[in-house]
C-alpha cells in the first residue's frame, strides 16, 4: 500500500475510504479480480470484514475504494492503514 485517505464518493457521497496501491500490489489485485469476476470477497482489517463486494469487472486501476458509514469512522481507518497501525487484506468470501 502506498497510501490510505478519506474522500466522498461521487455517486453516493459516502465517506469513503481510498486506499492506493503499490505497482506490485495493484498487478496481484488486477489479476485477482480477473480471475474471481462475479465472486464475493472479502476486504479485512486486522481480520474483521468490513466490505464484501461482488467482483464486477476487473480492477487494474490500484485503488481499491471502501465506503464507510460514518466520516469519522472513515478516517479512523485511513489514519490505521497510512500509519500501519492496521493491515488490509482480501480474500474470497467463504460461499
Same mark, same amino acid.
Given at each position: 500500500?502506498?497510501? +490510505?485517505s478519506v474522500e466522498r $464518493?461521487?455517486?453516493t457521497n459516502a465517506p469513503t !475510504?481510498?486506499?492506493?496501491?503499490? $505497482?506490485s500490489s495493484s498487478r496481484r489485485f488486477a489479476q485477482f479480480t480477473v480471475a474471481n469476476i462475479e465472486e464475493f470477497f $472479502?476486504?479485512?482489517? /486486522?481480520s474483521r470484514t468490513v466490505f464484501k463486494p461482488t467482483i464486477r469487472e476487473p480492477i487494474t486501476g490500484g485503488t481499491i475504494l471502501i465506503p464507510m458509514q460514518r466520516q469519522e469512522d472513515a478516517e479512523d481507518l485511513a489514519a490505521r492503514l497510512a500509519d500501519g497501525k492496521a493491515t488490509l487484506? !482480501? +480474500?474470497? +468470501?467463504? /460461499?
Open positions: 500500500m502506498v497510501s +490510505a $464518493d461521487l455517486r !475510504v481510498f486506499v492506493h496501491l503499490t $505497482d $472479502d476486504f479485512r482489517v /486486522n487484506e !482480501v +480474500a474470497l +468470501a467463504p /460461499n
